[in-house]
């Protein structure tokens, strides 16, 4: 079943005829964690603030759960909590507790619901010992997690979330990671994610889909996203002790690490492989491990947004 449907969709600013997106098609599998991203001026952010009802599409359409987001906006509304970057989306001069009770008398909820829910999210993110506090007065980082409590509030079956780690420190990030693991592979929540933070992404997102210039040039599944990158078989081998000059591979990286020497490099083909674990062998350096290493979704992700888009 398809969460985030985004059909042809187009929209053109201007007299100039500036295409922000273009032709963009894209399906959100449900219960998916789905990594939306794209360089600044991509586009990304037009497109996620037409699926939020924010903006108006010069052609082509969005659906929430088979809701048409222009035809029936406020239907679409009930089916997605968001937290937008560069938008307020919440109120400073209220504290955290009252912004949530509001969010959620905004959302239909009864007030005993939204109370024991407000409670439930402001305490997993760390904010109920502040929660009579006025948001205004809060850090980045807090302020942030207000955001998230206030897209939570009324447990929506999809939530897009624009740069959710953003300011938030290494303990607090891995909270909202753990939270959005849980809507996904718990709740069944749809979670579309738009962030430069790109190991966030490796890390979270099933599928990724990536634009330039208005257009998508990738989308698939992470895993296949990476393998269909890999321009040279690169491998890692950790051996103990140090390494001579006169043994190490030509543009291999090198470092020490408990001990042991960790080798980093693009080897051409398997008899490569093994020539080098002989010559090893012969000088009697004991293997540890040998991996064969995937690219990092920062380097599909450069190679791809620096490559011209077809068409």
Known sequence: MTAIEISALTKVYGSAGVRAVDDVSLGVPAGSIFGFLGPNGAGKTTTIKIAAGLLAATS???????????????????????VLEGSRNVYWT???????????????MRKAETR???EELLTELGLW?????KVGGFSRGMQQKVAIAAALIADP??????????????????????????????????????THQLDVVQELCDRVAIMRSGRVVADGPTREL????????????????????????AGFEV?????????????????????????????RIPLRSLTQVQPGLEEVFLTLTREPANG
Do not use: C
């Open 60 to 82: 082509g359409h969005v659906r929430l759960n088979g809701v048409d987001v222009a035809r029936r906006r406020a239907a679409a509304m009930e089916q997605f909590g968001a």
């Open 255 to 283: 470092a020490q690490q408990d001990g042991a020497t960790v080798l980093t490099g693009a080897i051409a083909d398997p008899d490569g492989v093994y020539a080098l674990l002989d010559l090893l062998r012969a000088r």
């Open 226 to 249: 990476l393998a269909g990158h890999r321009r040279h078989d690169r491998y890692e081998l950790t051996v103990e002790g140090e390494v001579p000059a006169e043994v190490l591979p």
């Open 157 to 194: 079956p999809i939530v897009l979330l624009d740069e959710p780690t953003l300011g938030l420190d290494v303990e607090a990030t891995r909270t909202v990671k753990d939270r959005i693991r849980t809507l996904a592979r718990e709740r069944g929540t749809t979670v579309l994610i738009t």
């Open 116 to 118: 024991t829910r407000a």
């Open 129 to 133: 010992d502040r929660r009579r506090d």
């Open 94 to 108: 209220l504290s955290a507790w009252q912004n949530l009770l509001y969010f959620g008398r905004l959302k239909g």
